[in-house]
Nanobody, 123 residues
Framework: QVQLVESGGRLVQAGGSLRLSCAASGLTFSAYAMGWFRQAPGKEREFVAAISGGGAITYYADAVKGRFTISRDSVENTVYLRVNSLKPEDTAVYYC????????????????WGQGTQVTVSS
């Protein structure tokens, strides 16, 4: 079955950087759009970034444009989220997601989800 395992979340000071990783298994990685979402305490889960199966297309939420970068490694079957210039409002659990359809990912309703990794930004 499809498994998505996130890692890399931790406590970091405002202005700092992190690289989140999501290792995927049980799927043909290059055929799947991959995405990152986040959920802050008391808020609904929100879209952060997505990347197409071949990696040619990326899309970001306005709140993270210019600070976050999504990428993927087809050899390691891993998707990354580089997060720079972190702000306290970036504090959230970050979830990796996968879907065979770019349209479905674009509609923010991917089929597969990881368990999440906690990012906490201190001011």
């Amino acid at each position: 079955q499809v498994q998505l395992v996130e890692s890399g979340g931790r406590l970091v000071q405002a202005g700092g950087s992190l690289r989140l990783s999501c290792a995927a298994s049980g799927l043909t990685f290059s055929a799947y759009a991959m995405g990152w979402f986040r959920q802050a305490p008391g808020k609904e889960r929100e879209f952060v970034a997505a990347i197409s199966g071949g990696g040619a297309i990326t899309y970001y939420a306005d709140a993270v444009k210019g600070r976050f970068t999504i990428s993927r490694d087809s050899v390691e079957n891993t998707v990354y989220l580089r997060v720079n210039s972190l702000k306290p409002e970036d504090t959230a659990v970050y979830y990796c997601a996968a879907d065979a359809s770019w349209a479905t990912m674009s509609q923010r309703v991917p089929r597969y989800w990881g368990q999440g990794t906690q990012v906490t930004v201190s001011s």
